[in-house]
């Protein structure tokens, strides 16, 4: 590996592993849905202000995760490619951090490679990379600020360090415009405790509102421009996005404490078993500048997390890339020193991992049948053999030649997240990928003027797909509850009671779609509450009834 150059294959692992499987099947739900159709809101109302969903106003996250998704769409067309290219870049980008900080502290090619490397074939983060949400973009603008704030704490010229300075000043603006003032929060927490160890506190007081203004300098026009626009957004943003989600008893996602601990052994999967010997170099080498800053980047964002009632997998991804390099400086130490031990275990448990896999997924398609028996449902059974079997072939290589193919699990995780999707059972992308069934029925769908969904995540592929934000939410409100009590909104709702009214009254203007989820008793009853008659199309749990124009 050394003889190789590392950024041509870091590229091409991007390119593999990342682009090409962007645009190879449907979008998930509920998040890419919900962006994919936020952000082509703003492409068609020319509102880059204020977010809205379905027409509908949603405060729940700043405009500028959005703007980068929206701008995928307008660069690359309002396809799954467009929506997911956002996802993409900010992923690379960090992995291009992770390279340039690492050469920064060890100036030692083996290891910038190895920790470009490890954080690129992170399960989460190149699981990220190709879904279209929020997380990677923040990630890669907390990861600016602190790679900013180590290369301005390690020049040793003044117009270097004032750059450094405002990049973090800088990167903590489109944090903050993308998930809000944990961006801020973040690097002072890592930032505040490192000086002080450093006993460059001064440092910090000199330099650190150099920061802070350009931060508000990026942040003040669209700051204002949204308290203008929508004077109640910064209310219920800080309130229940931050307070009530981090405090509150009933905050969405309420994880215990411990949460984060195994789900960080998981999202460093294909490397995990890494992480002893990684923990263990860190607590000796704690007195070096370089190994204190990343343990304190990795440990302290993580408790705080842990601290919050809500929590999801993908919050803690801005702990993953001080793991990556911590693991990668373990890793090349290793392999200096000829240790094996460590590489081979990690071949082998995930060598067994797969072959357990395979040994699973054998034994439900004979007792209880995931994949049916068409030829489309063999060949997704297919696919999801090949990921396993490369999976277990390369970790055994692994786990057989540890010093000179340590870096096969990359390949592992690679060929996984570009299958994996077109390998799953139709009981799956049937029911969580709805854009797809939207995308039969377009034609006929184009044909309606009013539409109707009883779930907030069919609603949104079907306004994404017809580039119409006007669907009529049946029995169904969930996070639109707030901007459902607009009173330009109000009539966005129809109640059980009030659906044949509705009909009625849109059939006399054209036809009607109607996209269903029909999948647990409450769905059932919401069905049962439509007229009978019109064209139906049913796929999995989806059903959709296209209803036509009476006089």
Known sequence: MTRLKPLPILLLAFVAFYLLPLGLHGLWTPDETRYAQISQEMLLSGNWV????????????????????????????????????????????????????????????????????????????????????????????????????????????????????????????????????????????????????????????????????????????????IHLQEPDFWRFFFWNEHIRRFSADNAQHVRPWWFFLPILVVSCLPWAALLPNTLQQ????????????????????????????????????????????????????????????????????????GLAAMVGLIYLQVARPLYGHSHAEMFSLSLAFIVLLVWVLAHLLQ??????????????????????????????????????????????????????????????????????????LYNTEGELQYGLQYAGSVHRKVELDQVQAWLDEARRHGPVGVLLQVASTSEMREAGQLPLGGKRYAKGHLELILYPQVP
């Open 282 to 353: 860190a607590w000796k080498q704690k007195r070096q500048p370089s190994i204190g800053f990343l343990t304190l980047w990795l440990l302290l964002p993580l408790g705080f997390f842990s601290l919050s009632n809500g929590k999801l997998p993908t919050y803690i991804m801005p702990c993953l890339l001080p793991l990556a390099l911590l693991m990668g400086h373990t890793l090349v130490d290793l392999l200096n020193r000829g240790k094996a031990r460590a590489l081979c275990l990690n071949g082998v448990i995930n060598a067994v991992i």
């Open 399 to 472: 786990a057989v030649r540890p010093l000179t193919l340590w870096a096969m699990p990359a390949l592992g995780i690679g060929v996984l997240v570009i299958l994996l999707p077109a390998s799953m059972p139709a009981q799956v992308t049937d029911n969580e990928m709805p854009d797809q069934f939207v995308l039969e029925h377009l034609d006929e769908l184009q044909q309606t003027q009013a539409l109707l969904s009883n779930t907030l995540d069919n609603a949104s592929a079907l306004a994404w797909r017809l580039k119409r934000p006007d669907v009529t």
């Open 50 to 225: 204020t977010p809205h969903f379905m027409g509908i106003r949603y405060f729940e996250k700043p405009a500028g995760g959005y703007w980068l998704i929206a701008l995928g769409q307008a660069v690359f067309g309002q396809n799954l490619f467009g929506v997911r290219i956002a996802s993409a870049l900010t992923t690379g980008l960090s992995v291009l951090l992770a390279y340039l900080i690492a050469r920064r502290m060890w100036n030692d090619p083996r290891k910038s490679f190895a920790c470009a490397l490890l954080y690129l074939s992170f399960g989460l983060v190149a699981g990220q990379a190709g879904y279209s949400n929020l997380d990677p973009q923040f990630t890669l603008w907390v990861n600016l600020s602190l790679v900013a704030l180590w290369f301005a704490l390690d020049t040793t010229t003044t117009r270097h360090r004032l750059i450094a300075w405002a990049v973090l000043g800088l990167a903590c603006a489109m944090g903050f415009m993308t998930k809000g003032f944990l961006a801020w929060a973040l690097p002072v927490l890592i930032a505040v405790p490192y000086m002080l160890w450093q006993r460059r506190l001064g440092e910090l007081l000199l330099y650190g509102p150099l920061a802070v203004g350009v931060a508000a300098l990026v942040c003040l026009p669209w700051v204002m421009a």
